[in-house]
């Protein structure tokens, strides 16, 4: 913010650069000779960058433009089909049930075991 505090009360975001450009300035200039304002561009360069991060948009910008252009020059019969995505790639299928063919493991207890063994132990 203008006034130096920022929204919480404290000081700030660019009050760092700030603090640089000041010392720059008194390093490198007095009251007699203002030659060396020169050597504080880079330092002013960031301050005006964090208080309107117009290098920050025009880059985003420029991102935005080389992806979409990606985008329109990408071809769309290279990409995946809905069963492609479905499935992953993994199984190459004509078409069914999902679960055919999957066989359960011994080890795992299914339902119609439980129901048998739980009737055996009722008996």
Not at 2 to 12: A, D, I, R, V
Request: charged share 25%; proline share 5%; hydrophobic share 30%.
């Amino acid at each position: 913010m203008s006034s130096g505090y920022g929204l919480t009360g404290g000081p700030s975001r660019c009050f760092p650069f700030w603090q640089e450009v000041l010392a720059c300035y008194v390093v490198n200039t007095s009251a007699e000779n203002d030659s060396g304002k020169s050597k504080c561009a880079p330092v002013l360069e960031d301050y005006y960058e964090c208080l309107h991060h117009r290098k920050e948009a025009a880059k985003v910008t420029a991102l935005q433009a080389a992806y979409r252009r990606r985008e329109a020059e990408t071809s769309r019969d290279a990409l995946p089909t809905a069963g492609e995505i479905r499935s992953l790639g993994l199984l190459k299928r004509d078409g069914g049930d999902e679960s055919v063919g999957i066989k359960t493991p011994a080890l795992l207890p299914r339902y119609e075991s439980n129901v048998a063994a739980r009737s055996g132990e009722r008996s």
